[in-house]
């Protein structure tokens, strides 16, 4: 009986370990709020584990979430160059670390696309003095400068937490077509996985013990 309490203290540590998280899954635009998953790619992770973090550098799972190479039934949103976004969670992010958004470009249709072109970064929120932005909603602009296309609009939050522990990434991808865009050519690019090295001293700093005035977000920087 006691190994059998003992079993049963350990799953539900386990699970509540593991359900402790958050999972972007709402998107809004023009001013609509829209139901979970509608314009975001689901992860294919069992229920339970849904909002769960990857933690592979080298995983194709850190573009759009396990199992997220593929649409799955996604519906694409047209939007505008310039028009604002909102990626909104199931809970708001509590685990210390930047949150960052990047995009890459499909060569046809985005629901067919699985991520593995060039990415490029649109937006860094990092820390403020000792204080990172935690919140429940992110928005930000799809750039005005960027050819009309349809395209991945990923968003990450690195959870930096857990110093000697592999950081966690929480990461959804929405589909966007962009209409009214530039010409411009975004640079630098970077692919997914690969735009973050284990190196990076943002992504392998012990937060607990640093000078946060002088933290970089990994990744490729914002083109200018």
């Keep these: 009986?006691?190994?059998?309490?003992?079993?049963?203290?350990?799953?539900?540590?386990?699970?509540?370990?593991?359900?402790?998280?958050?999972?972007?899954?709402?998107?809004?635009?023009?001013?609509?709020?829209?139901?979970?998953?509608?314009?975001?790619?689901?992860?294919?992770?069992?229920?339970?584990?849904?909002?769960?973090?990857?933690?592979?550098?080298?995983?194709?799972?850190?573009?759009?979430?396990?199992?997220?190479?593929?649409?799955?039934?996604?519906?694409?949103?047209?939007?505008?160059?310039?028009?604002?976004?909102?990626?909104?969670?199931?809970?708001?992010?509590?685990?210390?670390?930047?949150?960052?958004?990047?995009?890459?470009?499909?060569?046809?249709?985005?629901?067919?696309?699985?991520?593995?072109?060039?990415?490029?970064?649109?937006?860094?929120?990092?820390p403020t003095g000792s204080s990172w932005p935690l919140r429940i909603s992110y928005t930000y602009n799809i750039p005005k400068c960027i050819p009309d296309g349809e395209y991945l609009l990923r968003i990450q939050q690195l959870g930096l937490h857990n110093p000697g522990a592999p950081p966690q990434f929480y990461i959804s991808c929405a589909q966007v077509k962009v209409t009214n865009g530039g010409n411009t050519t975004p640079s630098p690019t970077a692919p997914i996985p690969g735009a973050i090295k284990s190196t990076d001293p943002g992504y392998n700093i012990n937060i607990y013990n640093a000078n946060l005035n002088n933290y970089v977000v990994p990744g490729p920087r914002v083109p200018k």
Excluded at 37 to 51: C, D, M, S
Excluded at 79 to 96: N, Q, S
């Design 1 to 126: 009986m006691k190994s059998l309490l003992h079993l049963a203290a350990a799953t539900a540590l386990a699970v509540n370990s593991v359900t402790a998280h958050y999972i972007f899954q709402q998107f809004t635009a023009g001013g609509t709020k829209y139901p979970p998953w509608k314009y975001i790619r689901r992860n294919t992770n069992p229920a339970w584990l849904q909002n769960g973090p990857v933690t592979d550098l080298a995983s194709n799972d850190l573009r759009c979430n396990v199992g997220g190479g593929v649409s799955n039934g996604t519906e694409t949103i047209t939007m505008k160059a310039g028009d604002e976004f909102t990626f909104t969670l199931d809970t708001a992010v509590y685990h210390a670390g930047p949150v960052s958004l990047y995009m890459s470009r499909a060569p046809g249709a985005v629901a067919d696309y699985d991520g593995s072109g060039p990415w490029f970064k649109i937006y860094d929120w990092g």
